[in-house]
């Protein structure tokens, strides 16, 4: 690519983060902010109602709780919004294994896993922002000592097996394999199938079966092996041949590893073991399955035997269901239930000795109140959620035509169909759904009156592999267009009026607002964007924008270069132009997306536009892509709320006033 294909990049210098010009520049953001803070009137309301909101979602999971040995594992919040890791014992005791708010700064829980003796658990915790590695094994014994794990890999993949604790160590994309012993504390490397470095990910079942997907940097595409484990530093390693089939959940019972793709599979591990070929056997299709199509997100082996009962989680468009049907047609299923928000399964039940138990704990959000959590077995029907939330759907056209889904949660039944102060969110991108969870930034809106609206364009997961390719490399344009068609239908269809719609989101989310707020700047009143990539000439020179390529497209060739620069915001900012109310976020310890992307866009829109509507900066040094957490968190998000609620017309309510969002059970 030639250097003058590029466009004018006025603001590189910004690039260099640590230069003595950058941070003065950021220095005057930063004062600019904290007047603007300090005279902000509205902040102290918006802050009060999100204390309320998160005292109310106080004992809420995070994560399904996971039992083993009878001891029940909780990853919840406490009643500051901070997340815990929580142990309740058979006999009614409980005990706090792990806060994440006991420094002065907060530390996020990454990954967790517990031992099927219940006497220990492995947990990632992460602070300041960074995304390091390392693993703490927490002991249920208020009298043992906690034991750390420093080469474990950040976000590591990890399962127990016997009296060992498999885990992935190395960096984020090199991984090599470790197992620590319980008992004397041994760790030993474990061979690999493989050439290393490789990425992988670990899945063990009862009995010592291990399986295990690896990628090597040499060979892109994914291959699976097996092996029964029992402490062998070179094990024998069974290649596992899926004849080119895509899992998108897979589990292991005793006697059959069960996969699904387009359809549930299983694989004969004791025909594996003994020489055989891991032959995939096509299960009766499930009667439960809608007719339209539907993508298994996940799937639990309910109890040992050959023909175990298995809990299905169906994705439907933008519907989730949760279903528990026999593996072999030999018993009816169980009638199961809808849920339109994001739904998640925990790990099955393990006895002290390791076999499978028949329950396991599943996680409903809802958008307005928390989230509903409850027990799942296999010899009852299942219980849906309560309702509580009050749900609305929209579609809008696209400008070539394609239907956008939007996901609605209504303050009150009351507003449905009626203009109210609406906030939208997005994400599209990398085949990820965009599933409608509870957040206190959200749930607070919803509480003081306004509106959610989750916009499902392409590039994410929520209609499958061809749904999330039109969203990818030149795609991605089109994504930006979904957006502002679903905001020109919210206007349309008198949901919202001219100047009540706000956008805020994150990350590839973050990317596609900023080039929403470039290319139409009147159709939103405020946006706030925390995180994003901004200029994608050269989003692959920084961060993990290298691991990008198949996302986005490459920057040095041409052609991608063309496609990548038609919504890239940074270069979409025109002088003269007057740009909505904008607040960017970013940390100092983000590893993914560097800050100067924001701050390049942030310096741009503030020479370019001519009028009053302030454009900001909230730049923290000891935070990372994963944003903020308690009290900091807090602040921010009622500094953010008052900005987007006074661009819309939607006030906090007054002191007397109570909420209108109640507590749900849990």
Excluded at 84 to 94: N, S
Excluded at 96 to 105: A, E, H, K, V
């Amino acid at each position: 690519m030639a250097s003058n294909a590029l466009p004018p990049d006025p603001y590189r210098w910004l690039e260099d983060t640590e230069s003595e010009r950058a941070r003065a520049w950021l220095s005057q953001q930063q004062s600019r902010w904290n007047r603007h803070i300090s005279a902000d009137r509205e902040a102290p309301a918006w802050q009060r109602l999100l204390a309320e909101v998160d005292l109310a979602s106080a004992g809420r999971p995070v994560d399904p709780p996971i039992e083993a040995a009878g001891v029940t594992f909780r990853h919840e919040l406490d009643s500051t919004g901070r997340a815990q890791l929580a142990a309740r014992f058979a006999d009614g005791r409980r005990r706090i294994l792990l806060r994440t708010g006991d420094r002065d700064t907060v530390g996020r829980i990454s990954r967790w896993c517990p031992a099927p003796a219940g006497d220990v658990v492995a947990a990632q915790l992460q602070r300041d922002g960074h995304e390091n590695g390392g693993l703490h094994l927490l002991s249920t014994d208020p009298g043992t000592a906690t034991t750390t794990l420093a080469d474990a890999s950040p976000h590591p993949s990890l399962v127990f097996s016997g009296d060992w604790l498999l885990y992935t160590a190395g960096s984020r994309a090199s991984h090599t394999l470790n197992a620590h012993h319980l008992r004397d504390r041994a760790v030993r490397p474990i061979a690999l199938p493989v050439s290393t470095p490789a990425r992988i990910s670990l899945h063990s079942g009862p009995g010592g079966h291990l399986l295990v997907r690896t990628r090597t940097a040499q060979d892109t595409h994914i291959s699976w092996w097996l092996t029964h484990w029992s402490g062998e530093r070179r094990p024998y390693w069974q290649s596992v041949d899926l004849g080119g089939l895509r899992p998108t959940a897979l589990d292991l019972g005793s006697h059959f590893c069960y996969v699904a793709t387009d359809q549930l599979h299983a694989i004969d591990l004791q025909l594996l073991a003994s020489g055989g070929p891991a032959r995939l056997t096509a299960l009766p299709a499930d009667p439960a399955a809608a007719d339209t199509p539907t993508v298994i997100r996940a799937l639990r082996v309910l109890g040992t035997g050959p023909a175990p009962p298995l809990a299905v989680l169906h994705q439907t468009g933008i519907t989730r269901r949760l279903d528990i049907r026999p593996a072999a047609d030999r018993c009816p299923a169980a009638p199961g239930f809808a849920w339109p928000a994001r739904l998640r399964l925990g790990s099955v039940a393990r006895h002290r000795d390791g076999r499978l138990g028949d329950g396991l704990w599943a996680v409903a959000d809802d958008p307005h109140h928390g989230a509903w959590s409850g027990r799942v077995t296999a010899g009852s029907g299942l219980t849906a959620p309560p309702r509580t939330a009050h749900w609305g759907a929209l579609t809008a056209t696209g400008r070539d035509g394609t239907t956008i889904h939007v996901t609605l949660c209504e303050p009150t039944p009351h507003t449905a169909g009626t203009p109210t102060p609406t906030l939208m969110t997005v994400y599209g991108g990398f085949g990820i759904s965009l599933e409608p969870s509870w957040d206190p930034l959200l749930a607070t809106w919803i509480a003081a009156g306004g509106r959610v609206a989750w916009v499902h364009a392409r590039g994410g997961g929520e209609f499958g592999p061809a749904w999330a390719a039109a969203g990818r490399g030149p795609g991605k344009s089109d994504t930006v267009d979904d957006l502002l068609s679903a905001a020109d239908a919210l206007v349309e269809q008198r949901l919202a009026r001219p100047g009540q719609l706000a956008c805020i989101a994150a990350s590839n989310g973050g990317l596609v607002v900023a080039a929403a707020l470039v290319r139409a700047p009147h159709l939103l009143s405020s946006v706030v964007c925390a995180a994003p990539l901004t200029d994608m000439a050269r989003y692959h020179l920084d961060g993990l924008g290298a691991l990008w390529q198949k996302e986005y497209g490459d920057p040095t060739d041409a052609q991608d270069l063309t496609a990548l620069l038609s919504y890239s915001p940074y270069h979409h900012v025109t002088s003269g132009t007057c740009y909505p109310p904008t607040l960017f976020i970013t940390g100092g310890n983000d590893a993914r997306v560097p800050s100067w992307h924001a701050w390049k866009l942030c310096a741009a829109l503030q020479k370019a536009t001519p009028g009053t509507a302030p454009i900001f900066l909230d730049h923290q040094e000891l935070s990372g892509h994963y944003g903020r957490a308690g009290d900091s968190a807090r602040a921010l998000s009622g500094h953010a709320l008052s900005l987007l609620g006074s661009s819309t017309g939607l006030r906090p309510p007054r002191p007397e006033q109570p909420p209108s969002a109640t507590e749900m059970p849990i």
